[in-house]
């Protein structure tokens, strides 16, 4: 099977999360950025690789991925039999690029052993013979060699969903990688037959998998610079960053991305979760056995333990992950007992709120983590304030943020609505292949990407669509538009997004609305509303509404092309041509509508305050004009058709004109009533 279009003359250039745990493949290319696929159908390759050796220490064998940390968890009999030994290297990012020295506090976490090699690096042992303490006996590999097996199997990956040669990579890395660690990944490439062309921080490939600060947006707005918090929780380790994104410029021709502030845990991860659970299970299960003969089993199946029941323990292990995937979905599981030879029935069924409390302890280190990488960021220029002010965006990557009560504690931290569209296994490599078409010149073309077919706005007062993405786009993207009040004391504000190409909301399909609450009472027009819209990797559209002054926030996710084909889009397309000139004078007048209504308003009440103070004859032609507008305002409200857009324009710019001086008289009296 392949997909057959990128076979671009340079090849194509595919982006790699080399995960801890968990690695995998992504192409953006023609149809977009999506994850690439083993012939199952997984997109997650457990970074896992098994060296199978005989008695002479020859490695025989090496299995990647799926399979190796399946073996991993269950012995296999053939192999014990044939006299084969399987060491199962998981984990080995944590020894990457790093001396042994360094590495040594992580060394009594990992179910193999290291020893020193050339330089005090470090190295894995694979294979041992028999019988001799020789040091040719033993058999060793470096980190960079484990971590190419993994690339290897993500190359081939690549290469049969694409059906040609990839030789291109991007490659992410922890934000705190140092140097070292970095060219030892880029080893890891070139052993796996590959050009590293890029390597890439793991939280920037997640801003990027997101749209953030792509150039082409910054060219729509203004050029503003802005700050994301990514919180990635994975596996083993959990990291914490904090960005600044400076969308370029004419000089500078790309984005840049800085990473102000890094935290995290290189221990800590959904596996410290699988042990808690593990533990808490082994508690319960030794409390219900009180019974004497029964005390004897408890012990018996606590010796297999501590012994290093590799079965057993493997076996509790995969029940709690099935347990704690189960209670991201759902309120109640049931872990039940794995079936060994220790054959013991018991079961614990726990619910969503009981996990939650267990797992408080952990959620509650990760936020003080971003306590500390907040701090440090400040320190380097995040500006001060609420959290929901100064960042534009908090991104959730990584498996455990999936569950719950993860995503309930970050959002109520930050004050913000994290972005969760994205599969959180996803983004990361998502957001490298972005990257790799970046580099490659792919996103530049016209046509190359995933486009949003259609126009999409936010309906204005009057009934017009402001539009903030215009169509043919592509993905990822990103707009902002401020907006405003029309009423005094205003307290909320309904939001409708359309899509279509037509300049009425009426003539155009409304996918969404939602309402921003809780604005502070302010006179119309101070308020100021900032509406983002942000189309991820995957075209999901997230609007985000935003009251400036006061930081209320709103937020909701919509999938914006769906059930829409590509005849309907033309067809669309045809009828905003035919409508196109009537369509703009309509949005015109009823935006004349608006913003001469406020003029009205504003005006009228300081004539009626001030008249007094003003010259007989300049009051009588102020009233005139305001007579005069006020008529075409409502001539206007009642058939847009009845007025002449231009005389309309005219007669609002001459009231402004001649209000100048009632705006002097107001100003000089505000000031002297101080
Ligand atoms: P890494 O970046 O370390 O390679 P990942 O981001 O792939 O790791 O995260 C793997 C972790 O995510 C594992 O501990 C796994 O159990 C956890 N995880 C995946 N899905 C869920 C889920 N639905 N609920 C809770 N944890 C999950
Ligand atoms: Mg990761």
């Known amino acids: 099977m392949s997909d057959g279009r990128s076979e671009a003359k340079a090849g194509p250039i595919v982006g790699i999360d080399l995960g801890t745990t968990n690695s995998l493949v992504a192409i953006c290319d023609a149809s977009g950025p999506r994850v690439l696929r083993d012939d199952d159908g997984r997109a997650l390759v457990p970074s896992v690789v098994r060296y199978d050796s005989d008695r002479t220490s020859k490695i025989v064998a090496t299995v990647v991925g799926r399979e190796a940390s399946e073996r991993a968890e269950q012995e296999d009999d053939d192999y014990a039999r044939e006299d084969v030994r399987s060491v199962v290297v ?77 030789r291109k990579v991007v490659i992410t890395v922890p934000a705190h990688f140092d140097d070292a660690q970095r060219q030892a990944t880029r080893t890891a490439g070139r052993l796996a037959g590959l050009e590293v062309v890029r390597i890439v921080p793991e939280p920037t490939a997640a801003a990027l998998a997101y749209g953030i600060g792509l150039s082409r947006d910054a060219a729509r707005n203004q050029r503003e610079v802005s700050h994301v918090a990514v919180y990635d929780f994975g596996g083993g380790t959990f990291d914490v960053s904090i960005l600044r994104l400076t969308p370029a410029d004419s000089q500078t021709a ?171 296994d996803e983004a990361i490599a998502l957001g490298a292949s972005v990257q790799a078409s970046i580099l490659s010149g792919t996103t530049k073309g016209s046509l190359l990407l995933d486009v949003i077919p259609l126009s999409l706005g936010i309906e204005t007062v009057g009934g017009a669509v402001a539009k903030l993405i215009v169509r043919n786009t592509a993905v990822p ?31 155009c399909r409304r996918l969404a609305q939602f309402e921003l609450r809780g604005i502070p009472p302010m006179p119309a027009g101070l308020p100021q509303v900032q509406v983002q819209f942000l189309i991820d990797a995957n075209g999901v559209l997230n609007v985000s509404a935003h009251e400036r002054r006061s930081g209320k926030r709103a937020q909701m996710q919509i999938i914006p092309n769906h059930g829409l ?96 001086r009632l705006q002097e008289v107001s100003i000089t009296q505000s000031l002297k009533s101080q």
């Not at 004391?489 to 003539?507: F, H, P």
């Not at 935006?591 to 209504?597: E, P, R």
């Not at 009440?605 to 409502?634: C, G, M, N, T, W």
């Open 90 to 166: 998981s984990s080995v990012k944590r020894l990457i690029g790093r001396s042994l020295a360094d590495a040594r506090a992580d060394v009594p976490y990992l179910p193999y052993r290291v020893v020193a090699g050339d330089r005090d690096t470090a190295r894995v042992v694979v294979a041992m013979s028999d019988g001799s303490n020789a040091s040719e006996a033993i058999r060793t590999v470096s980190p960079e060699e484990v971590s190419a097996k993994v690339l290897e199997r993500l190359k081939a990956i690549a290469e049969s969903r694409l059906g040609v040669e990839v």
């Open 565 to 660: 084909t590509p005849d309907e889009v033309n067809a669309i397309e045809r009828d905003s041509l035919i409508h196109a000139r009537e369509d703009m004078t309509r949005h015109r007048v009823v935006d004349l509508i608006t913003n001469a209504s406020l003029d009205l308003k504003w005006i009228g009440e300081r004539l009626a305050k001030f008249e007094a103070l003003l010259e007989p004859a300049y009051a009588s032609d102020l009233k005139q004009q305001i007579a005069q507008l006020a008529d075409l305002v409502a001539k206007a409200r009642t058939d847009w058709r009845s007025v002449d857009a231009n005389v309309f324009q005219r007669a609002k710019e001459t009231l402004d004109r001649s209000s100048i």
């Open 477 to 507: 993207t990103r707009a902002t538009e401020m907006f405003s009040t029309s009423v005094d004391n205003q307290t909320a504000i309904k939001l409708s997004v359309y899509q279509g190409e037509r300049e009425m909301a009426s003539d």
């Open 254 to 424: 790309t984005d840049f991305y800085q990473v102000l502030a890094t935290n995290g845990d290189t221990h800590l991860g959904g596996d410290d979760v699988d042990q808690l659970l593990v533990r808490e299970f082994m508690e319960r299960w030794i409390a219900s056995h009180a019974l004497p003969d029964e005390v004897a089993a408890a012990s018996r199946l606590e010796n297999r333990i501590a012994e290093g029941d590799a079965e057993l323990v493997a076996g509790l292990m995969r029940e709690a992950r099935r347990v704690k995937h189960a209670l991201a979905e759902q309120e109640v599981a049931t872990f039940e007992m794995p079936k060994g030879d220790a054959a013991v029935e018991f079961s614990w069924t726990l619910t969503r709120g009981e996990f939650d409390a267990l797992i408080e302890p952990i959620v509650l280190k990760t936020l003080a983590m971003c306590e500390q990488a907040l701090r440090d960021a400040r320190a380097k220029g995040l500006p001060e304030g609420a959290l929901h002010e100064v960042l534009d965006a908090v991104i959730l990557v990584g498996g455990s943020t999936r569950m719950p009560m993860v995503r309930e504690r970050v959002r109520a931290f930050f004050g913000v609505e994290p972005y969760t569209a994205i599969d959180p």
